[in-house]
């Protein structure tokens, strides 16, 4: 079974500059997570997906980050202007219900560098 | 949501069994308890979850105490590739169920 898939895996941009992140669930898969995890840190939840809506964007700070998950299976995050507080690791998660008795799948992460 | 208290690492030796405890005092009964971990520059994986009985996967076991308030993953024999950062997550279910990482605990495994 393939795993979660996300692209790129490492980003260097300048600060005001926008990048976007993919990722790939699980076949499947209805609930999709994206979570930003600074060095050191234990992953935040950024949004949650339920299919194609959202569940869950309460600490997505709204007016740089946006998400969406086309068709409810692929999804993107973007960063627009990004800010030096912003280099982190980028996580997607897939899982199959929204339910306490699921499992949830992480990708690799994207790596974000932001000078 | 219930919050877990994790100690900030611990140590073992290869090959014997380790115990790492989790306190959630303020757990309330439709609490899941989650633990996953996550090795060095990667992404977290699932361990085990449970919600009042013991658990036991290929992984590890799963010890929750009677009332709840405190839980302890277990593995029986710890290997080099255990060495990693280990979260234990209260998972409240509803339709918002979320898994929210605190800073987890991290194993060193010594040779």
């Known amino acids: 079974e393939a795993g979660v898939a996300q692209s790129p895996r490492y980003k260097i941009i300048e600060k005001r500059q926008s990048v976007a992140f993919w990722c790939n669930p699980i076949?499947?898969?209805?609930?999709l997570y994206w979570y930003q995890q600074i060095l050191g840190q234990g992953p935040k939840l950024l949004i949650q997906?339920?299919?194609?809506?959202?569940?869950?964007d309460s600490q997505l700070p709204k007016d740089r980050f946006s998400a969406e998950r086309l068709k409810g299976v692929d999804s993107t995050l973007k960063i627009q202007p990004a800010k030096l507080e912003d280099s982190a690791v980028y996580l997607c998660?897939?899982?199959f219900g929204q339910g306490t008795n699921t499992e949830a799948f992480f990708g690799q992460g994207t790596r974000l560098t932001v000078v | 949501d219930a919050k877990t208290t994790q100690p900030n690492s611990m140590e073992s030796n290869e090959e014997e069994p380790v115990h790492l405890p989790c306190n959630h005092s303020?757990?309330?009964?439709?609490?899941?308890i989650h633990w996953y971990r996550q090795l060095p520059s990667q992404g977290p994986e699932y361990v085990i979850h449970?919600?009042?009985s013991n658990v036991n996967n290929r992984m590890a076991s799963l010890a929750i105490a009677e009332d709840r308030k405190s839980s302890t993953l277990i593995l029986h024999r710890a290997t080099l590739r255990d060495a990693a950062v280990y979260y234990c997550?209260?998972?409240?279910?509803?339709?918002?169920?979320?898994?929210?990482f605190g800073k987890g605990i991290t194993l060193s495994v010594r040779p």
């Open positions: 998660a897939s899982s």
């Open positions: 076949s499947g898969h209805a609930t």
């Open positions: 997906f339920q299919n194609n809506g959202v569940v869950d």
């Open positions: 303020t757990i309330s009964g439709t609490d899941y």
């Open positions: 449970g919600l009042t």
């Open positions: 997550i209260l998972m409240r279910a509803g339709a918002n169920s979320k898994l929210t």
